[in-house]
């Protein structure tokens, strides 16, 4: 296998047709799995797994009995992943599943394919997720002191023996700082390209419903940044 794409999915049973139909339609060749990860949701998201999966033979699902945060998630569908190259995206129709077949063919064509992280680059976002996000990739980048910008952009694209190098990675939503920082610290080439991000099509956002979320979400960004720091450089 070439590529797993991973795809958590808390309490996502409206999208997951629709995202198994549009992957479907955006797939163009057979060296691709989709691994849906069916984080501990308390919907009818395992209903429609179950229903829906035996018409798609690129996708197979991963269950975490109770929710432990989206970078548990995804961690969990990465170790069952089969590809050579691991990627993961969302699952509320935000991205566009051919986004990650995009990046595999940049990934592909790149002089050495096993030290690249290829990532996404958000357009067509409102101002104020515009400023936000500046906001934190400022900081980041002085605080880290690497080149970070639009850190929760998807896809996250890598080849697996980069991902074999982890130590530790967290388990909330500072999992996209922690892969996109370390392929940075390490010398990988970071391929940027841009996607689309329009609005979800069904559901809410699982973090982002209100200037309070932001506020902690910044809050649990900070202090995860400033303990990475400090076990990184202890590590070096």
Known sequence: MKLSIVIP????????????????????RDDVELVLVDNGSTDQTAKALETLLPRYPFARSVRVAVNQGYGF??????????????????????TDPADGLRALRLAEAAPDPR????????KGRPWSSLVFTAGMSVF??????????????????????????????????????YAYYLA????LRVIRFPVRFPERRHGHSKWNF??????????????????LKRRLRHAS
């Open 9 to 28: 999915c808390y309490n996502e049973e409206e999208n997951i047709p629709i995202l198994l139909e549009r992957f479907a339609a955006a797939l163009d």
């Open 73 to 94: 998630g995804i961690l969990s569908g990465l170790r069952k992943a089969s590809g050579e190259f691991l990627a993961w995206t969302h699952a509320d129709l935000q």
């Open 115 to 122: 030290r690249v992280l290829v990532k996404g680059r958000r």
């Open 140 to 177: 980041e980048t002085l605080y880290l002191g690497v080149w970070l910008r639009d850190i929760n952009a998807q896809p996250n694209l890598f080849h697996r023996e980069f991902f074999e190098t982890w130590e530790d990675p967290p388990h909330d939503f500072s999992l996209d700082l």
């Open 184 to 187: 940075r610290r390490r010398g």
């Open 210 to 227: 209100g200037f309070g979320s932001r506020v902690r979400f910044i809050r649990r960004t900070v202090a995860y940044s400033i303990s």
